[in-house]
């Protein structure tokens, strides 16, 4: 991994001040851009998120999936994590913290959405970041692509109707239409222009699949600088919509990150606990650890923006996602490397 994307958590944080500062010296201009809007979704930050989606499911690879009968606790582990387990404790700390501990100190109408963020943020497991913390952990490249295939395909079926269930639980109306969209928009239909396109990549080379790894590798290398162009103007964006807030509550920052830290933290461990009773090998076990643990925070944000607007205390905690995940989910890689050892080396 390149430097740039090595100290990707300090491009963020300055595209966060950046955002902020010109959130707050420039209000009409990001009114402005907030404007942009079709069917409660903003226009510019939908471009971005492609941006950002695309290159990510052209890796995406459905006859990978197949191999998965030779080593399958680990696939099992993952699945089990992201849709049985993390989504569930997501809103039980959630709910602990926003409408219990911090109860006295946000409005209800302002905890019911910092809450529906955090649940958006539990529902949606990471698919592009994955990679990187796979190749941080010396993980099994082919079992992780194995891993995100699977729950980018579950992600289409499960994703809706699971966030529609907990912000329910939590007296929030959802409206299924704008939901439905968000899963069509920024799943399933990059999903099929990666398909589309990787079909492309192959055919274009000879049948060799040195060949076709070759290509879809430089794909991924010519896109990649996009990807996290996209990412950062994302995060600019998103704070510079959400200047006010962040300059004037920023006591609120605080409280939103406190659930995610106790969330993150807390289903690594249960997942790594479980990898070693069930005896994974430690390429398999460091990266179902982390994804079980990150979170696909790209479609958060834009399912929030699509539910409760740009400026909604719901954009704002999975915003707030994006600032906690990449130095947490970099201690954990750290973790993971120092306590290899652990695990079997098969």
């Known amino acids: 991994m390149g430097v740039f994307e090595r100290f990707l958590s300090a491009w963020v944080a300055l595209a966060i001040i950046a955002g902020t500062a010109l959130g707050s010296f420039f209000p009409s201009a990001f009114e402005w851009l907030s404007a942009f809007e079709f069917a409660q979704v903003n226009l510019i930050i939908a471009v971005l998120i492609w941006l950002m989606i695309y290159p990510v499911m052209v890796q995406v690879n459905f006859a990978a999936i197949t191999q998965i009968a030779k080593e399958p606790k680990g696939l099992i582990l993952t699945v089990v994590i ?10 039980l700390v959630g709910w602990l913290f926003f409408k219990g501990i911090f109860a006295d100190f946000i409005e209800p109408e302002t905890a ?20 990187i913390w796979s190749q941080l952990t010396k993980g099994d490249a082919n079992y992780t692509l194995v891993q995100v295939s699977v729950n980018d395909i579950i992600m289409i079926f499960a994703f809706a109707p699971i966030a529609a269930l907990l912000l329910g639980v939590t007296d929030i109306i959802v409206p299924w239409q704008t939901l439905l969209l968000s899963v069509g928009l920024y799943v399933i239909a990059p999903l099929i222009a990666g398909f589309i396109t990787r079909q492309y990549i192959t055919r274009s080379n000879s049948d060799s699949d040195n060949d076709n790894n070759k290509a879809l590798t430089n794909f991924d290398q010519t896109m990649k600088p996009w990807s996290i162009v996209g990412l950062l103007l994302t995060v600019v964006l998103l704070f510079g919509f959400q200047a006010e807030v962040l300059l004037t509550r920023p006591l609120d920052i605080a409280m939103i990150a406190t659930p995610l830290l106790v969330q993150t933290y807390g289903i690594f461990a249960i997942t790594f606990i479980i990898a070693l009773l069930i005896k994974l090998p430690y390429r398999i076990a460091a990266p179902a650890c982390l994804i079980g643990t990150s979170n696909f925070f790209e479609l958060a944000v834009a399912v929030a923006i699509s539910l409760f607007g740009l400026q909604s205390g719901a954009a704002l905690a999975t915003v707030v996602g994006v600032l906690v995940e990449v130095p947490v989910m970099l201690s954990l890689v750290w973790f993971a490397n120092k306590t290899k050892h652990w695990f079997a080396s098969s």
């Open 82 to 91: 992201n849709w049985l387990v993390k989504p569930f404790t997501m809103a």
């Open 112 to 131: 019911n959405e910092y809450l529906a963020g955090v649940i958006l943020l539990g529902v949606a497991p990471c698919t592009a970041m994955v990679f």
